[in-house]
């Protein structure tokens, strides 16, 4: 694929090399978790790959850059990076990486939330963004071998912990987070 070694460059230069090369460990768990269920590999290379191009490794251009695409609006309070990068890394991935796949660019937006009624190929994003092979947090594994059992439940585990996580530390919930899990379970049970 040309887009592995066309985005390179602008990868490292905006996200930064470790990011890139977890953005490159997310495109291999992505491609991995295609093949087990029957999902387009190319599509899953690609959005494992951008997945991360909006998290700018520079917080003051990844500030401009969303007031620039109209993400974030002047006087707003409450800016939290982690919850921008997606809705950013979507518009760089049409703009900068010449993208125009609707479900490539919903996936690379919707990877840190979820969102209600998820593709597979999103979900798949969601869920190798989580258990990457150089992802090291606690409960992990469990998620790892779930993963490839029923995405879904591995799914609904992982927005658990971060949901979890979150709230342990006393940040805002995006609506998103709380509407992608809801849905989840309707859909599991
Ligand atoms: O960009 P990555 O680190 O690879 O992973 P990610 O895009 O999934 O971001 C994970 C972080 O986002 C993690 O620290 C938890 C945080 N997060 C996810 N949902 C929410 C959230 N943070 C807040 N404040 N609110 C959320 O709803
Ligand atoms: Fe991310
Ligand atoms: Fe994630
Ligand atoms: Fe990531």
């Not at 495109?27 to 700018?56: F, P, Q, V, W």
């Not at 796949?101 to 969601?126: C, V």
């Amino acid at each position: 694929l040309d887009i592995i070694k066309n985005s390179k460059d602008i990868l490292i230069n905006s996200i930064g090399l470790e990011r890139y090369l977890h953005s490159v460990g997310v495109m291999e768990e992505a491609r991995k978790l295609s093949l087990k269920y029957n999902s387009d590999i190319e599509k899953a290379t690609i959005a494992g790959l951008l997945h991360d191009c909006g998290k700018y490794a520079d917080k003051s251009e990844l500030l401009k850059k969303a007031y620039d695409f109209g993400i974030i609006q002047k006087g707003q309070v409450n800016i939290i990076p982690e919850l921008i990068h997606g809705a950013l890394g979507a518009e760089i991935a049409m703009k900068e990486h010449k993208i125009d796949d609707r479900d490539i660019i919903d996936a690379i937006k919707y990877h840190t939330t979820g969102k209600p009624n998820m593709s597979l190929l999103q979900k798949i994003i969601y869920i190798a963004d989580y258990i990457e092979p150089s992802r090291d947090f606690f409960g992990v594994d469990e998620i790892r071998k779930l993963a490839y059992d029923d995405l879904n439940k591995a799914l609904l585990k992982a927005m658990d912990n971060t949901i979890k996580h979150v709230i342990d530390r006393g940040y805002y919930i995006h609506p998103d987070t709380i509407a992608a899990r809801n849905y989840l379970i309707n859909e599991t049970n």
